[in-house]
């Protein structure tokens, strides 16, 4: 008889978005696995219960290819996923299923296997969504244009019961301050734009009196002239960061800068846009829905507890800057909604599962990108 994990579970009701209890992963059908390339860690408790696992010769085989220590390992950064020469988890069978689910069921898995996508927040509120970086969580955001409601759902995970430790005043300014942030950015009488730098009014007047009436706010915004000959080379440089800061965007972040050499940059930047508005009329509608859904799954605006607001607000533009110039040069010569849905895969892979919020806010000031105007022409791209 296999021996177990110990069990552990966390049982509440939990805000999520409506599409989340309809998840379910594609496993055997994904075109691109989440375990794929990716660099997964386990703690050194679930790295032992695998290693005393009882099973089958070959599985044990397969087993002991599949996760190595890490150098320097931690209690909870223990040991990683090998990945074969095709850049899966070797684990992985040929129909696409985990050779230890099939075997043993959902209950050995270690816990990042078993939540993923699912990002289950409990600090500020119960919250869980799945991340931008799964193909399926996108397809579900872009099967209808209504705007991303959020529901509540009594859920149970495999983590131990830790209760919220933020305080009672935090919890109920980050639900309030959240819903206001998703109420300005959902509405469509105004432009994303002007949405985004509705934002940035708000976050300015948080940072002066954290207990401000938000329905005081000021919320009327100017107008910024779009310059790409600004725009296009300063991100450019926020690209040359990322190669070498990930490199599973790399490629994409070179082949951008590649395709611009010897072009007049207004020129093929118009061409890539006129093909990307051509292709996706509702672009603007694809963008409000995956934002939302990566800013409700990284808890914007308390990201990063070390962030002023306005802080949080330079990381929003940096996002949304960076995911139009991604998507507009990498969708030059592509035309259907699945090859856009994997490279925003990948890209999410970067945003939803590393510190890119807090890094894209400091290189945005390292380029002299921090002020309120200089954001509102970065997000004319
Ligand atoms: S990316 Fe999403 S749909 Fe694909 S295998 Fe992973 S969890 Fe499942």
Not at 28 to 52: A, D, K
Not at 177 to 188: A, G
Not at 192 to 204: A, P, S, V, Y
Not at 352 to 361: D, E, L, P, W, Y
């Amino acid at each position: 008889m296999t021996k177990m994990t110990p069990k552990k579970t966390l049982k509440n009701t939990f805000l999520v978005p409506d599409y989340y209890p309809d998840f379910v992963c594609k496993s055997g059908s994904c075109r691109h696995t989440c375990c794929n390339g990716w660099e997964v860690t386990i703690p050194m408790e679930q790295y032992y219960f695998l290693l005393g696992l009882e099973c089958s010769k070959p599985l044990r085989r397969t087993l002991d290819l599949t996760f190595k220590v890490v150098d320097y390992p931690t209690k909870d950064r223990y040991a990683e996923i090998a990945h074969n020469y095709n850049g899966d988890c070797p684990l992985l069978l040929k129909n696409g299923f985990c050779a230890l689910h099939s075997k043993y069921g959902e209950e050995v898995l270690p816990g990042v296997c078993r939540l993923y996508p699912r990002g289950v927040r409990t600090l500020y509120a119960y919250e869980t969504s799945c991340a931008n970086s799964c193909e399926r969580t996108l397809e579900m955001l872009f099967e209808n244009q209504n705007p991303l409601k959020f529901v509540e759902e009594t859920l149970s995970f495999p983590l131990s019961d830790e209760h919220m430790k933020s305080s009672l005043p935090d919890q109920m300014s980050y639900q309030s301050i959240r819903k206001f942030c998703f109420d300005i950015l959902q509405n469509r009488e105004y432009s994303l734009k002007e949405r985004i730098l509705k934002i940035g009014k708000l976050m300015i007047a948080l940072d002066t009196n954290p207990q401000t009436d938000y329905s005081m706010v000021d919320l009327s915004v100017p107008q910024y002239e779009k310059s790409i000959e600004k725009c296009v080379p300063l991100l450019h440089h926020i690209s040359s960061w990322l190669i070498d800061y990930d490199s599973s965007i790399a490629e994409y972040c070179q082949k951008i800068q590649d395709d611009y050499l010897h072009q007049d940059v207004q020129k093929y930047y118009d061409k890539a846009l006129n093909h990307f508005e051509t292709i996706f009329p509702d672009h603007e509608i694809l963008f409000e829905k995956m934002m939302i859904n990566d800013l409700f799954f990284r808890q914007f605006p308390y990201q990063e507890h070390t962030m002023s607001y306005f802080d949080e607000y330079i990381s929003l533009c940096g996002l949304y800057s960076f995911i139009r110039y991604i998507s507009i040069h990498l969708m030059i010569d592509k035309n259907t909604l699945e090859e856009y849905i994997d490279i925003l895969a990948r890209t999410f892979r970067v945003i939803a599962h590393t510190k890119f919020g807090k890094n894209i806010m400091n290189q945005l000031k390292r380029f002299h990108l921090a002020t309120y105007d200089s954001l509102g022409v970065l997000i004319q791209i």
